[in-house]
C-alpha cells in the first residue's frame, strides 16, 4: 500500500481476508466495477491503512488470526468515522454479524460470495459513506456558523423572524425551526439560546446523520452492558444539554419507534437510559428544525402527530434567500470581509455587475451556498475587487431577474413538467440533486424524465409513466 491509495475519495475500498484467493477474486469484481481496492491479508495491515483515512468502504472478513473483522470494525469507528463497514461471514454464523451490525457495521455478507451480491451491497456502503461525510461537513458548517456569524437581514421577512426569536427567547417553550436547507436554523436555534440566559451548553444531534441502531444511546445515553460493545455508562445528549438548550435538527427523519419516546421525554422532563430501570430527571430547553412538511409528514403516517403538535408549539419560518432579496448585499458582503481576513487578501469590494448576478441568481442553497460562494470569490479575486469572472459560471452567466414562468391556461401538463424542469435546471447550473430538492422529487426521478424526454415516444404513442 502506498500514499496514493487516499488519492481518490469516494471510490476506495478496503478489502480484507485472509483467505488468498477470496481477496484476489472480490479484487477483481470491485476493480471492474471502476473501484479503487486496497487488498489486505491481514487486520493488523488492514488497521493501519484504516487510520490513514481516505477509505470509503472496509469489506472485510470476520473470523481471522491476530486483528479480526469486529477489531477492525472499532478500529473504524474511532479513526475512520465515515467509512461504511461490511462484514463477511460463513452462513453458519451469521449471529456473529448480527452483532457486527449492532457495533456499528452498515451491512454483512454471507459465504461463499455471490458477485452481484458484493456489488450491491459495497453500491449502497458507498452510498451511506458518502451521505455520513455530507452530514459531518454540514455540522461543521453550521458549528463554524453559529461560532462566528450573527443573524444578518433586514428584509420584511427577517425583521418578523428575528422580533419572534428575542420575544420567544426566554421562555422554556418549544420552538420549532423550520426552512430550506441552508437557510440558517442553526444560527437561529443558538441565538435562541444565547439570548435565553440559559446556563447550561448549546448541544445539537442531526437526527439524519446518526444510525438509526446508535440514535437512542446518542438521544438517552446507555447503561453498561446495554448491548454489545457497552462497556460502560454513556450519557446522551439530553443529560449533555443539561440546563442548557438540545437542538435536535432533521427531526423529520427521526425513526417512528423514537418518537414515541422523545414525547415521553419532552412530556414528563425525565430520561431513562437504554438498558436502564431508572429515569433521571432533565431541565432541558428543546429546539427543533426540519426542512421536511411535518403536516404532510404525519399526513402520511411518518410522523407522530401528538410529537408534530408537541414541538410545533412556536413556529418559526424561516424564508429562503430568494424571498428576501435585499438582505444578499448585506449578507455578500458580511462574507467578503470574513474571508478576506482569513486569507489574508485586501479584497475589499464587489463589483456592481457581480453583485447583479448574484442578486439575480436562485440561490437554492440559500445563505450557505452564498457563503460558500463568496469563500470562493474571495479566493480567486487578481486584485481588491470580485468581479463577475469571479463567480461560478452558472451564475456569472445569468441574466438575473425572478425565476417566474408563465404558462398560457391550457397548456398540457406533459409540457408544464418539461418547462419546470428544464427552468430548475437552468436556475441550478444544472445541478440535478438541488433542481430534485427543489422540486420535491427524488434525484433519479429527475434522470427517468431526462431520459423521458430525450428519447422519442414510440409509435403506439406509449410514454414513462
Known amino acids: 500500500m502506498s500514499a496514493n491509495d487516499a488519492a481518490t475519495p469516494g471510490r476506495t475500498v478496503l478489502v480484507v481476508d485472509d483467505d488468498g484467493a477470496n481477496l484476489r477474486s472480490l479484487e477483481k469484481i470491485l476493480q ?8 489486505a491479508t491481514d487486520g493488523q495491515d488492514a488497521a493501519r491503512r484504516l487510520r490513514q483515512g481516505g477509505v470509503a468502504v472496509l469489506l472485510t472478513d470476520l473470523m481471522m488470526p491476530g486483528v479480526d473483522g469486529m477489531e477492525l470494525l472499532r478500529v473504524a469507528s474511532t479513526h475512520s468515522a465515515h467509512t461504511a463497514v461490511i462484514v463477511m461471514t460463513a452462513y453458519g454464523t451469521v449471529e456473529t ?23 450491491r451491497a459495497v453500491a449502497r456502503a458507498r452510498e451511506r459513506a458518502s451521505l455520513r461525510m455530507e452530514n459531518a461537513n454540514l455540522l461543521q458548517e453550521l458549528e463554524r456558523a453559529g461560532r462566528s456569524r450573527e443573524i444578518i437581514g433586514s428584509s420584511p421577512l427577517m425583521r418578523r423572524c428575528l422580533d419572534l426569536v428575542e420575544r420567544v427567547a426566554s421562555a422554556r417553550t ?20 444565547r439570548l435565553s440566559g440559559r446556563q447550561g451548553p448549546f448541544i445539537a444531534i442531526n437526527c439524519a446523520a446518526i444510525p438509526e441502531n446508535l440514535l437512542e444511546s446518542e438521544l438517552f445515553g ?13 450519557d446522551g445528549r439530553f443529560h449533555l444539554a443539561h440546563t442548557g438548550t ?29 438498558g436502564g430501570g431508572r429515569p433521571v430527571a432533565v431541565d432541558v430547553r428543546v429546539l427543533a428544525a426540519t426542512n421536511r412538511d411535518l403536516v404532510q409528514e404525519t399526513k402520511h403516517g411518518r410522523f407522530r402527530q401528538d410529537l408534530f403538535y408537541r414541538l410545533n408549539v412556536i413556529p418559526i419560518e424561516l424564508p429562503p434567500l430568494r424571498e428576501r432579496g435585499e438582505d444578499i448585499p448585506r449578507l455578500a458582503n458580511h462574507f467578503l470581509r470574513r474571508y478576506a481576513a482569513m486569507n489574508h487578501k485586501e479584497v475589499a469590494t464587489i463589483t456592481p455587475d457581480a453583485m447583479e448576478a448574484l442578486s439575480g441568481w436562485g440561490w437554492p442553497g440559500n445563505v450557505r451556498e452564498l457563503e460558500n460562494v463568496i469563500e470562493r470569490a474571495v479566493v480567486l ?8 469572472a469571479d463567480l461560478p459560471t452558472a ?6 431577474g425572478s425565476r417566474i414562468l408563465h404558462i398560457p391556461v391550457g397548456t398540457p401538463l406533459e ?24 422540486l420535491g422529487i427524488a434525484v433519479r426521478t429527475i434522470y427517468r424524465k431526462l431520459d423521458g424526454l430525450e428519447r422519442p415516444a414510440d409509435a403506439s404513442g406509449g410514454r414513462d409513466e
Do not use: W
Not at 471492474?32 to 487488498?39: K, P, S, T, Y
Not at 418549544?174 to 436547507?181: A, D, F, K, M
Open 381 to 388: 479575486a487578481r486584485g481588491a475587487e470580485v468581479s463577475r
Open 174 to 193: 418549544t420552538v420549532l425551526l423550520q426552512g430550506e436547507s441552508g437557510t440558517g436554523k442553526e444560527v437561529v436555534a443558538r441565538t435562541i439560546h
Open 246 to 274: 438540545l437542538l435536535l435538527d432533521e427531526i423529520g427523519d427521526l425513526p417512528l419507534p423514537l418518537q414515541g419516546k422523545l414525547l415521553r421525554v419532552l412530556q414528563e422532563g425525565e430520561v431513562e437510559r437504554v
Open 415 to 438: 409540457e408544464i413538467e418539461r418547462l419546470a424542469l428544464a427552468e430548475t435546471l437552468k436556475m441550478t447550473g444544472g445541478d440535478k440533486r438541488r433542481a430534485a430538492m427543489l
Open 222 to 234: 446507555h447503561e453498561k452492558g446495554a448491548f454489545t460493545g457497552a462497556a460502560a455508562r454513556r
Open 97 to 119: 454479524a448480527v452483532a457486527a451490525m449492532k457495533e456499528g457495521a452498515y451491512d454483512f455478507i454471507t459465504k461463499p460470495l455471490r458477485r452481484a451480491e458484493v456489488v
Open 395 to 400: 451564475i456569472a452567466e445569468s441574466e438575473g
Open 32 to 39: 471492474r466495477e471502476g473501484l479503487h481496492v486496497i487488498a
